[in-house]
């Protein structure tokens, strides 16, 4: 009953470099969303998929691209670290109706230096 | 625009006694609110939502919350705090324009006093 998966848990990044963020789900959820959480800031969203092929800008989108090619995975790629992505980062998915509730993954600790 | 405001950063409880975190909103249209546990070095977990229906909506870990819609809170409660209750709490409000999209307030450390 895996649920949200991330990886990696932890990892850290020299200004300048790119990573992919994994995220898979095994819920068969249509709906699957980025976040990033910074202290005292709450969580703000990043991108969101409503289907296989199909991504959209969430609040904080840039110095990011994700892609969708399967209802399971939900990658994030970060390109060009700044320190202003230091963050800790979630995904999390929902069904498509009601009631609507996020199943979130344990998160990934990001640190770029 | 939809947001949420969680007034307090920190709330602190004696054990056994009462707790509520508390949290407001602002919506267009009807609104689906939620709350989420966040425990150190862990994802979100959803606690309750309200959607429609009853005021008093119960959830899990003998957590429960009221909508107020005429005071556009909804706040968290609890009758009898417990040591491991202490961690972040999120309340969130869906977005209805978008796809399920939330916007969470900015979190409430709740820490219960042995």
């Known amino acids: 009953n895996a649920g949200v998966t991330q990886t990696p848990k932890f990892r850290i990044l020299k200004i300048g470099q790119s990573m992919t963020l994994q995220c898979t789900q095994d819920m068969n959820h249509n709906y699957m969303y980025w976040y990033r959480q910074d202290p005292g800031m709450g969580l703000k969203l990043i991108y969101y998929s409503v289907g296989a092929g199909i991504t959209d800008k969430g609040e904080v989108p840039n110095g990011y691209n994700v892609s969708r090619s399967t209802t399971e995975d939900f990658p994030l790629r970060l390109e060009l670290a700044a320190p202003s992505q230091t963050s800790v980062y979630f995904c999390?998915?929902?069904?498509?109706?009601?009631?609507?509730?996020?199943?979130f993954g344990p998160g990934t600790r990001l640190t770029v230096t | 625009a939809q947001s949420v405001a969680q007034p307090e950063d920190q709330v602190n409880v004696a054990e056994g006694n009462p707790l509520t975190v508390k949290c407001t909103y602002s919506?267009?249209?009807?609104?689906?609110l939620f709350w989420y546990v966040q425990y150190p070095n862990r994802g979100l977990q959803f606690l309750l939502k309200?959607?429609?229906?009853?005021?008093l909506v119960k959830g899990s870990y003998g957590f429960e919350a009221e909508f107020n819609k005429s005071q556009t809170s909804f706040h968290l409660k609890k009758p009898s705090a417990l040591v491991s209750d202490s961690a972040l709490y999120f309340c969130a409000v869906r977005d209805g324009a978008g796809a399920n999209n939330l916007f969470f307030g900015t979190g409430t450390r709740l820490t219960v006093i042995p």
């Open positions: 919506v267009s249209g009807n609104p689906y």
């Open positions: 309200y959607i429609t229906g009853d005021n």
């Open positions: 999390a998915s929902s069904h498509d109706r009601p009631p609507y509730e996020q199943y």
